[in-house]
T-cell receptor, first 110, second 113 residues
Framework: RKEVEQDPGPFNVPEGATVAFNCTYSNSASQSFFWYRQDCRKEPKLLMS???SGNEDGRFTAQLNRASQYISLLIRDSKLSDSATYLCVVNLGNTGKLIFGQGTTLQVKP | NAGVTQTPKFRVLKTGQSMTLLCAQD?????MYWYRQDPGMGLRLIHY???????AKGEVPDGYNVSRLKKQNFLLGLESAAPSQTSVYFC????????????FGEGSRLTVL
């Protein structure tokens, strides 16, 4: 089993739709959680850190569920410019290893 | 504003050749990482470093060696390149360890024939 798993998609949604991605992790001692965005195999860029209390940044909301060991990303009112690959990142246990999920591809259609 | 710089950006090797990828950061970050990315896959951790003089194995360390002799540089070596090492390699650094944002270089595309 992979340490960090995502549904690769693709998710094809119309503009204005709400879409949600999940990411599961296997190590219950993990402490740091992030969502990154990657465009066309360029370098990934931080989208959001994920905090225990959940956090929101405009149309984006991230949640952490420690009991079930997953994080989620909700995108409201999807824009064409949201089309990208979304990567979750989790540190492995109590180590500096930052492990990426496979990535989820989002295509927003007009 | 250099941030994280990777050299070279492109390289073609023959099987069995050796090479070194250089990652340099000017942000005084302690943590540095090397990842590889293959088509349809996320980034897989090769090796990482939590400070000058330290290195540790990641998910896919076989066939690679690393060194962190200076805080600002993290070198990734391929001693005997294999076609399976054809990939895009990304270097990243973090100033807050595993709690902080990863800053990436633009990637190095390596082809092994």
């Amino acid at each position: 089993r992979k340490e960090v798993e995502q549904d690769p998609g693709p998710f094809n949604v119309p503009e204005g739709a709400t879409v949600a991605f999940n990411c599961t992790y296997s190590n219950s001692a993990s402490q740091s959680f992030f969502w990154y965005r990657q465009d066309c195999r360029k370098e990934p860029k931080l989208l959001m850190s994920v905090y225990s209390s959940g956090n929101e940044d405009g149309r984006f909301t991230a949640q952490l569920n420690r009991a079930s060991q997953y994080i989620s990303l909700l995108i409201r009112d999807s824009k064409l410019s949201d089309s990208a690959t979304y990567l979750c990142v989790v540190n492995l246990g109590n180590t500096g290893k930052l492990i990426f999920g496979q990535g989820t591809t989002l295509q927003v259609k007009p | 504003n250099a941030g994280v710089t990777q050299t070279p950006k492109f390289r073609v090797l023959k099987t069995g050749q050796s090479m070194t990828l250089l990652c340099a950061q000017d942000m005084n970050h302690e943590y540095m990482y090397w990842y590889r990315q293959d088509p349809g896959m996320g980034l897989r951790l090769i090796h990482y470093s939590v400070g000058e003089g330290t290195t540790a194995k990641g998910e896919v360390p076989d066939g690679y060696n690393v060194s962190r002799l200076k805080k600002q540089n993290f070198l990734l070596g391929l001693e005997s390149a294999a076609p399976s090492q054809t990939s895009v390699y990304f270097c990243a650094s973090s100033g807050q360890g595993w709690y902080g944002e990863l800053f990436f270089g633009e990637g190095s595309r390596l082809t092994v024939l």
